[in-house]
Each structure stands twice: as C-alpha cells, then as structure tokens.
C-alpha cells in the first residue's frame, strides 16, 4: 500500500479485481475494463470506457502503478534497450529489453537493491531497500512493452536482486504473468536466477510450475565462492548442488548453472575441470548447461573480464569433459546493461 492506504491493482489476480470492483458497488464486467486497461499499462484516469464517479472511488482505493521511465539508455550495437523506472515511492530499479531470434526477452527486478553482497556485482552496492511488489515486477514488463510496442515472450528474473529472498511475491508475481487472462508468458519462457536460497529451491520445486531454474554459481569450491559470494557461508556448495539435485528429481526441469567468469581468478582450465567434477558428482546424468558469462567491470569491483581465449578455452575444458557449456552473447555493451550500473550511477 502507499501512505494513502491504497493497494496496487497490478498485485490482484483477476478474481481479486473483480472483488474489488464489486465491493465498489460496481457490475461484475467493469473488472474486465479495468484489466483490460491494466495490462496497456494506462493510470486509472485514462480508462476511459469507465464512468468518471467510478473511476473517482477506484483511485480513491486503489492506484494502477506502472513504473515510470526515469532514464533510458539504447544501444547502438543491437538495440538492447537498459530502463531505469522510479517506482511510487522514489526507488529506482532496473529492467533490460534485449532481442534475440527467438523473441523478445526482458530481464527484471524483484527487490530494489540487494543484501546477498556478491562481489563482482553493482546491484548490491548500498544493500536492500525493499522488496518489490508483484505488480511491480509485473509493471516493468506492461511498461516496456508499452514504449515498445512489441510483445515480450521471454523472461528472466536476473535483474536488481534476489528472487528467492522475495519468495511470495515472485511466486505470485509468476502466477499473474502466466495466468491466460493476463500476459500470458508460458512457464517454458521464464527463468528464475538465485544466487543459492536453498530453502527457496526447494519451495519452488513443489509450486509446478515449469520454469527454468538458473544457479548463479562462478565457483567449484567453498573458499573462493564464500569469497565472491556470503551467501555460501551459510548454504555451502554441498546444500546448494544437493538442492539442484532434488530440484530436477521433482521437476524434471534442466538447471542452468551461470559462472562468471573474472580474469585471473576463477577462468582457468584447471577451475573447468573442477567444475566439470563439481557437476557430476552432484548432477549424474541429469542434464545441466554451464552458461558462461565474462564479467562486467565494475568501478567500485575492480574485476576484469576474460580475454576471449581464456573464455573460449574455459568452455571447451568444460565441453571436452562432456559438460554442455555456452557463452553468453554480450549484449549492450556500450549502454552499461549489465544489473545495477545505471541505478547506481543516478542515485
């Protein structure tokens, strides 16, 4: 709610709308205006279809918060597009579009700003915030396919903060997304990154929902990832891949495990190798992919990335020791795309 006790319509399910209406004193098919008005990202006054004595008791009771666009970078290289949306309240988060052959993807925001501290990222830089609302994860999709025009097909949870350390309103949020009545994204287009909440893994896992879980790991021993990583000293590496490991039991689901690579430190062949044993002892035969992601610099960081040889070698280690293993395709390099940088940089 914001300081004039007013709920978001975009945290409501359909039903919840249309009790809302009702309550209102309104016919049952305003919910249906309303939604569909909602999911064009239009404020309550623009709904024009609606009578203007209703319009006044639903703003009165509620508001439509669709993120507003508080800087826009667009990159030149490939049109990724980076967003920077102020929120109800003044926080600022981020939203990346990017375009690939296979449709349009967005990368989102579930909390503004982030507690997990992992080192190599500008997201944590000043901590947590708050966490971000259903609706608000919800807006910045309606929001960027509205200055877009174009559908979004594809999404990921792998912007500004940690999806599992905001585990009820992800899980809603991805209910609202998936619903038929709303955008409609199927479950197989989603992915979910978490940094290694094991609790949420497992809650997650009996949800049914198939989506794609992907495990930001960049480390195959318990040293060098509590060190990039504190949320490894309190679920270790064992906790974490025995939780992937009973995550594909129950869902059947493949994992994707993301590893940054950071010159000089974890890119060697010997740490693919590592890694490689890492995976199998815990993975078997269940299917997994290595995506492999060289570091974005980062001032505050002081990390550089992996010069393409030592990338190219790193997976081919890994592809050798029959690891299914990929680099990611770098895209807005010259709009600071990568998570947290442009936030930063305006507040």
Not at 8 to 19: A, G, M, P, R, V
Request: charged letters at 25%; a neutral charge; proline letters at 4%.
């Amino acid at each position: 709610m914001d300081e004039k006790g007013r709920i978001n319509l975009l945290d409501l399910t359909k039903n919840e709308l249309t009790e809302l209406v009702l309550s209102l004193g309104e016919p049952k098919y305003r919910a249906d205006q309303v939604w569909g008005w909602l999911l064009k990202g239009c404020e309550i006054c623009e709904m024009s279809n609606l009578p203007a004595a209703f319009r006044e008791k639903l703003s009165a009771a509620a508001r439509a918060s669709i993120p507003e666009v508080a800087d826009r970078a667009e990159s030149k290289l490939d049109g990724t597009v980076k967003y920077l949306f102020r929120l109800f309240d003044g926080e600022l988060i981020e939203s990346v579009f990017m375009r690939y052959e296979h449709g349009n993807s967005i990368c989102i925001s579930t909390q503004a700003g982030c507690r997990m501290g992992c080192r190599f990222c500008a997201s944590t830089i000043g901590g947590k915030h708050r966490d971000l609302s259903p609706g608000e994860m919800l807006g910045q999709i309606i929001s960027v396919q509205r200055d877009k025009g174009e559908r979004i097909s594809n999404i990921v949870m792998m912007g500004i903060g940690e999806p599992l350390d905001n585990y009820d309103n992800s899980v809603k949020f991805l209910r609202l997304v998936g619903s038929p009545d709303g955008l409609n994204v199927g479950y197989r287009h989603i992915s979910l990154s978490t940094c290694g909440v094991v609790p949420g893994i497992y809650a997650l896992a009996k949800e049914d929902m198939p989506i794609t879980l992907s495990i930001s790991l960049h480390a195959s021993d318990d040293a060098e990832r509590s060190e990039l990583m504190p949320v490894n000293k309190r679920w270790n590496i064992d906790a974490l891949m025995t939780a992937c490991r009973d995550y594909f039991k129950t869902t059947g689901r493949r994992i994707s495990f993301e590893y940054t690579l950071i010159n000089g430190k974890n890119d060697t062949p010997e740490k693919a190798a590592a890694l490689a044993v890492l995976l199998k002892k815990y993975m078997g035969g269940m299917p997994c992919h290595v995506n492999l992601i060289p570091v974005n610099p980062v001032a505050e960081r002081g990390f550089d990335r992996s010069a393409a040889d030592r990338v190219n070698a790193f997976r081919d280690k890994l592809t050798s020791q029959g690891v299914n293993a990929t680099v990611r395709r770098h895209l807005g390099g010259d709009i600071d795309a990568s998570c947290g940088q442009l936030r930063n940089r305006s507040s």
